[in-house]
C-alpha cells in the first residue's frame, strides 16, 4: 500500500501536519521512514516547539537539530528551565520568536534570563517580534519585568508570578512608551532609592501608583497583586478594560478608573480617601466631585461596569451607589465581599460590622435598579431570611449566600418565589439542612456545599 504522505501536494501535506501539537509531530515521526524525512526537512511544522511536561532533559543535540531543521524559525517556544539546561543556542531563534514560555516551579529565573537574553555584561538580545513572555511560577527579582519591555518592544502580552523593580531603572526609560496590551503579575513590588529629601513625598498613604503603569498607555488587562501601594491612579491607562487586584493588594484611595473598565475585580476601595496627594490638597476642590466628611471623595463619572467584585466593607453607604450609577444597564455580576477593613481608615472590626449590617439593609433597593444583574455573591456577610426575601424580586440565575445567616426556611421561601429563574445557590457554611434539596431539585437548582463555587462570571484570570 502506498504511502499516502507521497500521494498528496505538498502544501495540502503542511496544512494537515500544521494542526498537530509539537509532540505528535515528533511521534509521527515514527510511522515510516517517508513521514520521519518529510517531518524533519519541513521547516514550517517546527515553527510551534514545545518541551514543556517532557520525561527527560532535553540535550543540546536535540536543541540544535530542532533550531537547524526550523532554520530558526520558531515562532512559539516553550520549555521548562528544569529540563533545558543548554539556552546559549537560542540566540538563532530571537529574530523571528512571537511568543514565549519559560516554566520554573521552584526558584528566581534572574540565573535563566541572564544565560538565556544577556549578550554582554549589561547588555542583553533584541527580540523584534515578541509579542507574548510567560514566565510560569517565575519570579523576576532584579528589574527583568523592565528590561524585557526594553528587549521586546512590540511585546503585548507579559506574565510572571513575581516581580521587583528599582524605580530608578524604570525613570531610565524616561518617557519611552510600550504596546503592552495584558500585564499580569502575581506579587509586584517597587524599590526606590533612600533620598532623604523625598522622605515625606515616599511616606505611608501618600505613596503613588507603580511607577511602571505610566509606560504602558496601551494597557487593556490588568491583574496585579501589589505589595506596597496606597494610591491607585489609572489616570495614564484610558484603554484599560479589565483589572483585577487580587485580594493582597494594598489600596486606601482609588481614583477614578478610566470610562472604559468594564471588569474590575477584587477591589479594595470605590472611592478617594484623602488626602492622597503631596503636598497635601486640602481641603479638596469645591469643582471636583462632591465629598463625604472630610475624607471620603466619591467618583464624578464612573465606569459602566459588567462584572465588580469588592474584597472588603466599603467605607460609607453611599460609595456603592455612586460607583454603579451609571451601570444599571450593563452590570451583571457582583459580588461583595465583607472582610475587616484596613487600619489606615481608622474603621475597626465593630465599627466594620455596623457598616455591613448599614450596606445590607439598603442593597435590596440599590440591586433592583440592575435590570441584567444575574449573578450575585453576598457570601461571610450577615445576610439572612430577611434579606432573602428583599431580593427575591430580582432575575437571579446564581445567588451565593456562603457562611450567612441564612436558614432552610429562608432558603426554601426564596426559591419558591424565584419562579424557576434561579439556577445555582451557595449555602456553604450555613444552617441549610435536607429539607431545601428536594425544593432545589424540583426547581433544578444546583446546590453548592463548597465556597466559593463556580467562577465568577467575567473573570479570566482564576489562576492566581
Not at 184 to 201: F, G
Not at 408 to 434: F, P
Request: with cysteine.
Amino acid at each position: 500500500m502506498r504511502d499516502p504522505v507521497q500521494r498528496l501536494p505538498d502544501d495540502l501535506l503542511i496544512t494537515i501536519f500544521s494542526f498537530l501539537p509539537f509532540h505528535e509531530v515528533i511521534a509521527a515521526q515514527r510511522v515510516s521512514r517517508g513521514w520521519l524525512h518529510y517531518l524533519v526537512t519541513n521547516p514550517y511544522l517546527l515553527q510551534h516547539v514545545t518541551f514543556l511536561n517532557t520525561k527527560h532533559p532535553i540535550t543540546l543535540k536535540t536543541l540544535r537539530t530542532v533550531i537547524a531543521v526550523s532554520e530558526g524559525r520558531i515562532k512559539t517556544l516553550e520549555f521548562s528551565a528544569d529540563s533545558m539546561m543548554h539556552l546559549t543556542p537560542l540566540v538563532p531563534v530571537y529574530p523571528h520568536l512571537q511568543q514565549l514560555t519559560i516554566e520554573l516551579k521552584t526558584g528566581i529565573m534572574g540565573t535563566i534570563f541572564n544565560i538565556a537574553f544577556q549578550s554582554a555584561p549589561g547588555a542583553y538580545y533584541t527580540l523584534p517580534s515578541l509579542r507574548v513572555a510567560i514566565f510560569k511560577h517565575g519570579m523576576l527579582l532584579n528589574n527583568e519585568i523592565v528590561i524585557i519591555l526594553s528587549m521586546a518592544p512590540n511585546l503585548e502580552e507579559l506574565e510572571c508570578r513575581s516581580s521587583l523593580v528599582d524605580c530608578e531603572r524604570i525613570e531610565l526609560l524616561g518617557n519611552m512608551t510600550h504596546k503592552l496590551k495584558k500585564l499580569r503579575i502575581a506579587h509586584y513590588s517597587e524599590r526606590m532609592e533612600y533620598r532623604p529629601q523625598l522622605e515625606e513625598q515616599t511616606h505611608g498613604r501618600l505613596m503613588r501608583s507603580p511607577m511602571i503603569l505610566r509606560l504602558l498607555p496601551s494597557l487593556q488587562e490588568l491583574v496585579l497583586g501589589i505589595d506596597a501601594l496606597q494610591v491607585l491612579d489609572l489616570t495614564l491607562n484610558p484603554m484599560l478594560r479589565y483589572l483585577d487586584l487580587l485580594p493582597r493588594s494594598h489600596i486606601l484611595s482609588f481614583i477614578q478608573p478610566p470610562p472604559g473598565l468594564q471588569v474590575c475585580l477584587n477591589a479594595p476601595q470605590l472611592n478617594r480617601f484623602l488626602p492622597d496627594t503631596y503636598p497635601p490638597t486640602w481641603p479638596p476642590s469645591e469643582t471636583e466631585t462632591y465629598h463625604l466628611g472630610m475624607e471620603v471623595q466619591l467618583w464624578a463619572n464612573p465606569p459602566r461596569f459588567k462584572h465588580l467584585s469588592t474584597c472588603r466593607v466599603l467605607m460609607d453607604t453611599a460609595i456603592l451607589p455612586q460607583a454603579l450609577s451609571n451601570s444599571h444597564d450593563s452590570l451583571q455580576t457582583l459580588r461583595l465581599k465583607f472582610g475587616k477593613q484596613i487600619p489606615e481608615t481608622g474603621i475597626f472590626d465593630a465599627q466594620t460590622r455596623l457598616l455591613m449590617d448599614r450596606q445590607l439593609e439598603t442593597l435590596p433597593d440599590l440591586l433592583v435598579l440592575f435590570h441584567n444583574l444575574r449573578y450575585l455573591d453576598v457570601s461571610e456577610s450577615n445576610a439572612d431570611n430577611v434579606f432573602l426575601e428583599h431580593i427575591s424580586g430580582l432575575s437571579l440565575e446564581y445567588l451565593a449566600v456562603a457562611r450567612t445567616l441564612v436558614t432552610s426556611k429562608g432558603v426554601i421561601k426564596y426559591l419558591l418565589r424565584t419562579q424557576g429563574k434561579l439556577k445555582g445557590m451557595n449555602i456553604a457554611g450555613t444552617d441549610v439542612g435536607a429539607p431545601v434539596l428536594p425544593v432545589a431539585q424540583q426547581l433544578n437548582v444546583n446546590l453548592e456545599t463548597d465556597y466559593p463555587g463556580i467562577s465568577m462570571p467575567g473573570e479570566v484570570y482564576s489562576s492566581y
